[in-house]
């Protein structure tokens, strides 16, 4: 059996991990049992970027997204500045990410 909270760790850690390998600063939501603690109920990982210039928050997902998450997503509004994104993994390979204007 899965432990999808281990898997959903594993998945925040890799986003968190490559984009401090691309200058962000990066924020990543702490696990406490039987709790999560996201942004605002939603979000995975914010990272700011090196030159201050736009904020992306970001949901993680393995390798599919729900339509539920995606109209969520839709609606949110967000300043300017930020950015919302889905990465989803896919088959342990590589992410999809998607962007969410």
């Not at 898997?7 to 039987?34: F, M, N, Q, S």
């Not at 939603?42 to 970027?49: G, N, P, S």
């Not at 949901?59 to 109209?71: A, E, L, P, W």
Request: include cysteine.
């Amino acid at each position: 059996m899965i432990n999808k909270v281990a898997k959903g760790t594993r998945k925040e850690k890799a986003c968190a991990d490559l984009l401090r390998a691309k200058g962000y600063w990066v924020w990543r939501t702490i696990r406490v049992p039987y709790q999560k603690i996201d942004l605002w109920g939603f979000f995975d990982v914010a990272a700011l970027h090196p030159d201050g210039d736009h904020i992306l928050f970001i949901q993680t997902k393995s390798n599919r997204c729900d339509t539920i998450t995606r109209d969520r997503m839709k609606k949110l509004k967000m300043p300017k500045d930020c950015q919302k994104w889905i990465w989803i993994w896919k088959d342990g390979k590589y992410w999809i990410k998607e962007f969410y204007d």
